[in-house]
């Protein structure tokens, strides 16, 4: 089929400022019905090595510090303090509260590319039938819960990091800023040391509670989330990943089945500002395009379009009335109408 013949309306989907979500057609019906996305703990992403990308990155980034003046000591106690977690399995200060949400992120991941032929390797196999949900970036999105909390400190879309040099260096730089903030702390120690022994307090006593082992269990657990949050084996660089993250939402957490059991997860709507808390009560969500994957019907187009009308989302330009105008007039406006395409890969589904 002719690229001409495979695109529905519009277009060439990437001209579209949009940051396009990979799903399957049944995962959008779930979507549109309860106008929310999922975002997932970072723990638990599809991508099992995450996790042990980002622990290797962050190791070697102490080590680095090990060879700097000024972090030596914040270093040597990072890694020091990182094993005794490792090897107590997280649970080294008897809180297993603290322990899951200190270093926890939610993740809804997108991608740059409205048409990626490696994601519809994943989505749009066997049975599966997939689309890529175009999202508008700029709209605001928040955390669905129906309780009385705060907003939440959440980050807009930005790219997940793939080369480990970058990687590197952002981990690095991360973690300078957390060892400033344990130098400051542990001359405060040392000045408190000095003042308790000299007033005859016993020198285990006066050193037993410091405030620089503080930063290690929550300056350096939430650094290590973020770097968590944007790291990702560099076999992965043809996803083009994009990325919301929300640290500690264990407000909101709701669970769905995975390869391991139920995942944590958290529902993110339309809000009026990043990170804001929204009822179920909310906007539709900013879902401008659709792009459905190469091994699709041409039925499956129609199921989007009948799943989109059927959640009050519009496919037709809406009657704009401009009641300023000298005889009022009416024009009619595409501006929020939900663009179709079709992927242009030949495909061969395996």
Known sequence: MAQSERVLNGNDPASLPLVWHYTTLDSLQLILESGSLMATEVSYQNDPREPETANEVIHEALQTLQGEKRYAAFATDAIRWRKQEHDSNGFI?????????????????????????????TYAAGSQVGCAIGLDPLVPLGVVSDTDQADVPMTSWRPVIYGEDELLAYATDRLRAVGDVWNAADAED???????????????????DPTSFAVLV?????????????????SFRDERETRLT???????????????????????????RWGQ???????????????IAPNASRDAARTAQWLLLANGYPLDPVAVFDEDADQPTMRWDSTPVIKFFTSTHPYRDV
């Not at 808390?277 to 792009?291: E, H, M």
Request: glycine letters at 6%; proline letters at 7%.
């Open 218 to 234: 929550t300056d350096l657990a939430s650094a290590a989330s973020e770097v968590t949050a944007v790291a990702k084996h560099a």
């Open 93 to 121: 200060m008897g809180d297993a509260t603290g322990a899951l949400i200190n270093g926890s992120r939610f993740i809804f991941c997108a991608s740059v590319d409205p048409d990626n032929l490696y994601a519809w390797r």
């Open 277 to 291: 808390v929204v009822s179920t009560d909310r906007a539709p969500l900013p879902i401008r395009a659709i792009t």
């Open 190 to 208: 040392q000045v408190h040391v000095r003042r308790q022994v000299a007033a005859g307090v016993p020198h285990a006593d006066a050193a037993s």
């Open 246 to 272: 929300v640290p500690d939402a264990s407000f909101a957490v709701t669970f769905s089945p995975g390869r391991s059991g139920p995942r944590p997860r958290i529902r993110l709507g339309t809000a009026a």
